[in-house]
């Protein structure tokens, strides 16, 4: 097991230089918040293979290749509602060592059958530790009932929770990480600028 930089800077301070090959990340997050450039920096800094449930590929490749300086090869893949587990898996089977597997988002897989979106869960695990790979898993947070999110945040070895509160004069970006499975979870939450890029907010807070 190695560590793999997420490709954000303040995470990888946090976190001593990255997280374990081989995790399972799940980042919460509203849908209209700005959580999509947490992806593509995770997407961007070593080889992704990116597995879109919801917009068309061309519209993810546009939003990735804004950056020509980038390395690292994305690979993106569409996931339609007919598509088994089973074909999903095979989307993320030839992985590259030391990539990522994006999957955005995991709602429409929550969705399915319980102990086969548990296993599909396991077997997407496997596919990232055997090449020393990791992990994210988009789930938007929503008003409807969505059972098997206990299930995505139990499987998860991490959990970042990105909050979004939008006030009179500013909108303000909090990413908690309230665990870390075998690592230390954040005491307390980063405050992120969310623009084009992500960084680290030094604005003060204003009660």
């Not at 804004?66 to 089973?86: K, M, N, Q």
């Not at 939008?166 to 600028?193: D, F, H, M, Q, S």
Request: glycine content about 6%; proline content about 4%; overall charge negative.
């Amino acid at each position: 097991m190695e560590t793999l930089p997420t490709g954000i800077s303040v995470l990888d301070r946090e976190f001593g230089g990255g997280l374990p090959s081989g995790s399972v990340v799940v980042l919460t997050a509203d849908p209209a918040s700005q959580s999509e450039l947490i992806l593509d920096r995770f997407s961007r800094v070593r080889d992704c293979r990116y597995l879109t449930t919801v917009r068309p590929v061309d519209a993810v490749e546009d939003a990735l290749t804004l950056d020509t300086d980038e390395s690292a090869a994305t690979d993106v893949r569409r996931i339609d509602d007919g598509d088994t587990f089973d074909g999903v898996l095979e989307r993320a089977a030839d992985l590259p060592e030391r990539g990522t597997v994006v999957v955005d988002s995991v709602e429409p897989l929550e969705r399915r059958d319980r102990t086969e979106y548990q296993e599909f869960l396991n077997d997407l695990r496997r596919t990232a530790d055997e090449a020393d790979a990791m992990v994210l898993l988009h789930a938007l947070k929503s008003d409807a009932d969505t059972p098997n999110r206990l299930v995505t945040e139990q499987v998860a070895d991490l959990v970042f929770d990105l909050r979004t509160t939008v006030t009179g004069t500013e909108i303000v970006n909090r990413l908690i990480v309230p665990k870390y499975r075998g690592g230390a979870a954040l005491e307390e939450p980063l405050k992120l600028k969310l623009t084009d890029s992500v960084s680290v907010d030094t604005s003060r807070d204003i009660a």
